[in-house]
Nanobody
Framework: QVQLVESGGGLVQAGGSLRMSCAASGRTSRTYTMGWFRQVPGTEREFVAAISWSSGISSYADSVKGRFTISGDNAKSTVYLQMNSLKPEDTAVYYC????????????????WGQGTQVTVSS
């Protein structure tokens, strides 16, 4: 099994920045790709970004390109999401996820999930 624990969410004003972390433990060799998703109550979970552990190749949702950056530290089994120029519409619960295959934008293809952390952007 793989356990994922997010940290770093919180309340920030529009235009501000937050950096979130996701620490993986357990059989981390089973996670080839790590991703971040977000969800607003009553809506589907939305892809934000993903990164391949081995190649470092990353992908982003159009809504966050140029503002968010995903990165990983293999030695620490930790993935980060740097969020800049935050907007009120970025408000959501953010989830870290892992999967054994290549990156996809579909939440149903991810095998492991963190508990989620709230990000609130005030206008």
């Amino acid at each position: 099994q793989v356990q994922l624990v997010e940290s770093g969410g919180g309340l920030v004003q529009a235009g501000g920045s937050l950096r979130m972390s996701c620490a993986a433990s357990g059989r981390t060799s089973r996670t080839y790709t790590m991703g971040w998703f977000r969800q607003v109550p009553g809506t589907e979970r939305e892809f934000v970004a993903a990164i391949s552990w081995s190649s470092g190749i990353s992908s982003y949702a159009d809504s966050v390109k140029g503002r968010f950056t995903i990165s990983g530290d293999n030695a620490k089994s930790t993935v980060y999401l740097q969020m800049n120029s935050l907007k009120p519409e970025d408000t959501a619960v953010y989830y870290c996820a892992g999967r054994r295959g290549i990156a996809t934008m579909s939440s149903v293809t991810y095998d492991y999930w963190g508990q989620g952390t709230q990000v609130t952007v005030s206008s």
